[in-house]
């Protein structure tokens, strides 16, 4: 069970502080109305992802086990061209690029189109959580849990904390973000080397 919490709460701290369409409305919301009218927004990826879950684990539970295995392998290779990406942005300082303006919606609701319409929690459910959990709920509904609870509580606590530090220090330092940055690059590598295993067990 330790092993599926750690998964989900280290996925979830990558997706949380990687430059993306929702970190750019969080900032722009921030800059409109203030980190405190923002906190809520925070919460959105809750609303939103519940609907693309149910439908993406729906079709994953009707497909064979040779596909899943399929599946388990080629997330492995989308972590790893994240955390490629990611680290071509942080050689390059790429993420000076995240606070592209954009108009800023005054309520969670409008937080949470902006989740659902954003790629990122799609390409999740279909090639990383969902082939997990469908693992995890064989072994266990504990493992389950652990894995989906782990990586919603992490997000949403990371949420929380981008929100707080763009409010109350602008924007992050260069050198706290590059950090930052570095980190998530670690994370993706890591999980992604680790579902290339398993796959090849």
Do not use: C, K
């Amino acid at each position: 069970m330790l092993e599926y919490l750690l998964i989900g709460t280290g996925y979830a701290f990558a997706a949380a502080w990687q430059p993306g369409p929702f970190q750019a409305f969080l900032l722009s919301r921030v800059a409109a109305a203030g980190w405190r009218r923002t906190l809520p927004a925070a919460l959105a990826p809750l609303i939103s992802d519940g609907p693309i879950a149910v439908l993406i684990l729906a079709v994953l539970r009707s497909v064979p086990d040779s596909f899943e295995t399929s599946l388990r392998a080629f997330g492995g290779l989308v972590l790893l061209f994240f955390a490629w990406r990611a680290w071509r942005q942080w050689r390059q300082e790429g993420s000076e690029r995240e606070a592209s303006p954009v108009s800023a919606p005054r309520t969670v609701w409008q937080a949470t189109l902006v989740n659902a319409v954003n790629p990122g929690p799609w390409l999740g459910w279909s090639l990383i959580m969902g082939p997990m959990t469908i693992e995890a709920w064989r072994l266990s509904a504990g493992h389950a849990v652990a894995l989906v609870g782990g990586f919603y509580v992490t997000m949403t606590a990371n949420l929380l904390a981008l929100i707080v530090l763009m409010g109350t220090t602008g924007r992050l330092r260069p050198e706290r973000r590059r950090v930052l940055h570095l980190l998530t690059v670690a994370a993706l590598a890591a999980l992604g080397l680790w579902r290339l295993f398993t796959a090849l067990l």
